[in-house]
């Protein structure tokens, strides 16, 4: 009755805090602009299931996208074998589903281990790959500090669950097979586990009764208190992507990468210069100035903040950028990241202001990015194709850009000589309209 008690206050408290992180980070994300992603249903359906369900992108390089997926795999079907725990943790009961299920419990919990041990030797992998063989991307000087860390330690949190389950079962079989679990009507012999039905007497056969129910309630609690404590770190880690990563690809520009989008106030000045019957529509708040661009989170819109929560800091966008390529200050990855640290920032702000922002006299333009990483940007669209979330760098570099240009006047000297070429003549070149055609008289 007592741990039927604890694990209730436990699941009451978990899941409360995540509800309680994911509604601040949801507002977070309404801080952004809105924007109009609700076309195309079937398609955006497709894309989701594609990407994010399919791990379609991933697989551009095969071997991380194996090891990944023996994760991806892993965590998703897991979920079964979690929902009985929830179920025995509340009823007090153990395995609870096993007598009506009989030899497909079994089927299903095997197979589960065998994920299970294959999400080891992917996490093993992934270890070694960022700290003994350093993958270029994987060690660059924007992971530095907190984001190496929480790489590692969620790393390290996925072996340490996989030990717990293969403590529970494992245990659990050397009890079955001597006749002395605590469950009821599971059956004589064994589990018939085929992981831990090989491991459990080779670990633990030598072990008293007394013993064994130890470790199979430490390996059932230690899997359960990994369960909530990884619930609750994901609001402050890279791996809210496990969440995000859906609705994040099914809100997916779907038009061309090549397409730009235009400022509507722009384009509504340009109507009303070549047709004087055009009458711009009102502004949408009359009283708040008009920026062009982007200077601070606040004028991005919904969707970017969304990306920058959802990135995973993979660096696959980094690693295919040819300004990061060819040495300059560019990466596409710690764009997203430094969007995210301001907006963690502005949430702080928030919070402790009543919900009323106040100026702390911080931009993202400026304080987290600048002006040098965005004009390295070649406007490729590499990052994007690569990405395997559908994250869209390029988008927040150019809206920045256009802060620069259109409210701050500032560009390099090659782009302000085109401006002005443009505005005087009418192209970039540094000759009227009437020379355009004099090479064909010499």
């Known amino acids: ?12 408290a978990g899941t409360s805090f995540f509800i309680i992180n994911v509604r601040k980070i949801r507002r977070n994300i309404l801080l952004g602009k809105d924007i109009d992603r609700k076309d195309n249903m079937a398609e955006r359906m497709r894309t989701m299931l594609l990407v994010a369900f399919g791990q379609k992108k991933m697989f551009a390089r095969p071997i991380p996208a194996l090891l990944h997926l023996f994760l991806y795999v892993a965590f998703v079907i897991t ?15 153990h395995r609870i589903f096993r007598p009506a299920l009989g030899g497909f419990y079994t089927f299903m919990v095997s197979f589960i281990e065998i994920l299970s041990i294959l999400a080891f030797i992917g996490t093993i992998a992934f270890l070694s790959r960022r700290n003994l063989l350093k993958v270029p991307r994987l060690v660059q000087s924007d992971l530095n500090g907190w ?46 586990l085929t992981i831990s039905s090989k491991l459990g007497p080779v670990l633990f056969g030598g072990m008293s009764e007394h013993a064994l129910h130890i470790i199979e309630r430490v390996g059932w609690w230690g899997h359960i208190l990994m369960v909530f404590g990884f619930l609750n770190y994901l609001p402050y880690s890279k791996h809210f992507h496990i969440l995000l990563a859906f ?35 009102p502004p949408a708040n009359p009283d708040q100035p008009m920026r062009f661009g982007a ?23 980094t690693s295919s950028c040819p300004a990061n390529i060819t040495g300059k200050l560019l990466s596409p990855r710690k764009i997203m990241m430094s969007t995210r640290d301001r907006l963690e920032e502005v949430s702080k702000n928030l919070d402790a202001n009543g919900g009323t922002f106040k100026d702390d006299g911080k931009t993202l333009l400026g304080n987290y990015i600048t002006s040098e990483e965005l004009w390295a940007c070649t406007s490729c669209n590499a990052c994007v194709q690569e990405c395997p979330v559908n994250i869209d760098p390029l988008s927040i570099i150019m809206d920045m850009r256009r802060y620069l240009v259109m409210e701050e006047s500032s560009a390099p000297t090659e782009l302000a000589g085109m401006f002005t070429n443009i505005e005087n003549n009418g192209a970039p070149w540094q000759f009227s309209p009437a020379d355009r055609l004099n090479w064909k008289n010499e």
């Not at 929830?86 to 009961?93: E, K, L, M, T």
């Not at 099914?250 to 055009?278: I, R, W």
């Not at 200077?295 to 966008?317: F, N």
């Open 295 to 317: 200077k601070d989170v606040m004028d991005l819109s919904w969707k970017q903040l969304l990306d920058a929560y959802t990135c995973t800091e993979c660096g696959r966008c």
């Open 147 to 192: 984001p190496k860390l929480d790489a590692n330690l969620i790393l390290l949190s996925e072996l340490t669950l996989i030990c717990f389950i293969f403590m529970m079962n494992g245990a659990d079989e050397v009890l079955y097979t001597r006749g002395m679990s605590h469950a009821q009507n599971l059956g004589d012999g064994s589990l018939g």
């Open 1 to 12: 009755m007592i741990s039927n008690i604890i694990f209730g206050l436990l699941l009451l």
């Open 247 to 281: 609705p994040n690809t099914y809100f997916s520009n779907l038009n061309f990468k090549g397409q730009f989008t235009n400022l509507q106030s722009v384009t509504n000045e340009v109507k009303a210069m070549l047709d004087p019957s055009f009458t711009p529509p």
């Open 79 to 93: 979920q079964i074998e979690l929902l009985e725990i929830f179920v025995d943790g509340i009823s007090g009961s």
